[in-house]
């Protein structure tokens, strides 16, 4: 069973910078993804980014393209979504998301089968 723990939100100015992190407890196969999503206040959880364990796939909303990159770290079994260029459209709790095996190549919230906790990012202008 995997267990997701999400950190590194807070509060920044625009333009500035967070790295969130996502430890992974258990294991994703290559054909597993984790997600990062986020949800405003009022609003519905959207997915804003995924990478794929086969190392070669990753999905990006437009709203946050060439602004966040997500990565992964194979020894330690994290996963990271920095996030740069902070506007305060970007405010919201993120969330990390896993399925363990059979992504496919779009995936809908339901699909995943395990959720971290939250982490909250605030950003001001």
């Known amino acids: 069973q995997v267990q997701l723990v999400e950190s590194g939100g807070g509060s920044v100015q625009a333009g500035g910078s967070l790295r969130l992190s996502c430890v992974v407890r258990g294991y994703i196969y290559t054909t597993g993804c984790v997600g990062w999503f986020r949800q405003a206040p009022g609003k519905d959880r959207e997915e804003v980014a995924r990478a794929y364990r086969d190392g070669r796939r990753m999905f990006y909303h437009d709203s946050v393209k060439g602004r966040f990159a997500i990565s992964q770290d194979t020894n330690s079994n994290n996963e990271y979504l920095q996030m740069n260029n902070l506007e305060p459209g970007d405010t919201a709790m993120y969330y990390c998301?896993?399925?363990?095996?059979?992504?496919?190549?779009?995936?809908?919230?339901?699909?995943?089968?395990?959720w971290g906790q939250g982490t909250q990012v605030t950003v001001s202008s």
């Open positions: 998301a896993a399925k363990s095996r059979s992504c496919g190549s779009e995936m809908a919230l339901r699909d995943y089968t395990t």
